[in-house]
């Protein structure tokens, strides 16, 4: 066994016992990065005044604008020398946040990929095609390791040139893959085009972006695989945080080495299982970066300790990011709810676009859709038809009046790597 299995079920006294030593180990790992040991002084907390997991509510929060800040290598807690990897995360604004890497650290995010990928029921003899960007992002080399680590044969196809990539899951019997689940419907899309048979696939594994159950329903039936949902960020290392397993029914966190909270966005105040808000998490056995209290943005819940599988620590699905969440008229939008909505109804396609323009002072979104040909006589009384329902079915969901513009199919942009379908055109007016 490549890894100590009986972490993954660890519970009660013996797991918070364990928490509390990494924790205090962090702590004092942190106390190597000056911005940490500035924030610590400032607040009064040494080493030794965490004596409960609670204590950790008295430890400041760290943003990603810190860690922007400290670029390249204000966060690192070890010697240049003792980093083996550098990573970092899409600057989509200003610089880019670095992600060091201690030989250690890879062993751990190895073994957490590997956790999760046996969890999922893959092992030796499964064919695993990983169909993410190699480079700095850490989706690639991530996944990579830890199939490597399973003993998966692994195909390093990376992105782009789709009809390769379908041409490999039939030449090459591959079983798995990994990507994110706007390319699995490229994929299958495609697929359908091209008449290919990826029957041998058993297992879809999608991250990177948040998807709904609807978008699941789709992809199995297309792709005829069994998917799972996996969540990461680079700052924790990258994917392998937590993931489904097989009820498929919320994600395992992996406690032992992140110890999570969840706090109302705005408020900063820590929230209740069941309560939606936005995940703080404190990795536990990060050497090169340690974190204290990461605010990762993205919006989730603590599910309750039952799983029928017996591992405990359970987040609901990712919906959205608190920077994705789009305020429109004062009413909170995700764009994975349209999404959701979008999916339910047969006449549109799967692909969409979201503008927001303020027009006399007032927020106007507007979603275009493509229309699905097998709705569509030529009747332009059909089209009228389809919009209105898209437009009500909208109003249900969202409490909200929207402009629907259906679209010629094919005719929205298709995305490889994480979709940016929502383009805010509001200035200040
Ligand atoms: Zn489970």
């Given at each position: 066994m490549f890894w100590n299995e009986k972490m993954e079920r660890l519970n009660g006294a013996e797991l918070e016992k364990l928490q509390l030593k990494r924790l205090k180990w962090t702590l004092t790992q942190a106390g190597q990065v000056g911005f940490y040991r500035q924030r610590l002084k400032e607040v009064g907390i040494r080493a030794g005044d965490i004596k409960t997991l609670n204590d950790i509510r008295k430890l400041p929060f760290t943003r990603k604008q810190d860690l922007r800040d400290g670029y390249p290598f204000g966060f690192l807690a070890v010697p240049l020398s003792k980093v083996v990897r550098i990573h970092t995360t899409s600057g989509t604004t200003g610089k880019p946040t670095v992600v060091g890497y201690t030989r250690k650290d890879?062993?751990?995010w190895a073994d957490l990929i590997a956790r999760n990928l046996?969890?999922?029921?893959?092992?030796?003899?499964?064919?695993f095609q990983n169909m993410v960007n190699y480079g700095m992002f850490t989706g690639g080399l991530g996944f990579h390791y830890g199939a490597e680590k399973v003993g998966l044969?692994?195909?390093?196809?990376?992105?782009?040139n789709t009809k390769r990539q379908i041409e490999m899951i039939h030449d090459f019997g591959v079983t798995a893959i990994h990507c994110t689940p706007s390319y699995a419907m490229r994929l299958a899309e495609v697929a359908e085009e091209i008449h290919a048979d990826l029957s041998s696939l058993k297992i879809g594994m999608f991250g990177a972006e948040p998807w709904s159950d609807s978008m699941r329903g789709e992809l199995e039936r297309k792709l005829g695989v069994t998917a799972f949902d996996s969540y990461g960020i680079s700052e924790l290392y990258g994917?392998?945080?937590?993931?489904?397993?097989q009820e498929r029914d919320g994600l395992h966190i992996w406690h032992d080495c992140y110890l999570v909270e969840i706090i109302d966005p705005v408020t900063g105040e820590t929230l209740q299982e069941g309560e939606r808000g936005e995940l703080v998490v404190t990795p536990l056995v990060k050497e090169a970066m340690p974190l204290l209290r990461y605010r990762t943005g993205d919006i989730t819940m603590l599910l309750s300790d039952d799983c029928p599988c017996g591992r405990p620590q359970k987040i609901a699905r990712i919906t959205g990011r608190s920077d994705d969440m789009l305020v429109i008229r004062g009413i909170n939008v995700?764009?994975?709810?349209?999404e959701h909505v979008l999916l339910r109804i047969p006449e549109v396609g799967n692909q969409f676009m979201v503008y927001i323009d303020?027009?006399?002072h007032l927020d106007e979104m507007t979603i275009e859709v493509e229309f699905n040909h097998d709705y569509f006589s030529g009747e332009l009384a059909d089209l009228a038809r389809i919009q209105k329902k898209v437009v009500k079915e909208l109003r249900d969901t969202l409490e909200l009046r929207t402009t629907v513009k259906l679209v010629e199919p094919g005719s929205l942009p298709r995305f490889e790597g994480k979709a940016k379908r929502v383009i805010d055109r509001r200035g200040v007016d």
């Open positions: 890879l062993e751990n046996t969890m999922v029921g893959l092992k030796e003899g499964d064919v044969t692994v195909i390093p196809s990376a992105t782009g994917p392998g945080v937590a993931f489904e397993c995700f764009p994975s709810q349209i303020r027009i006399n």
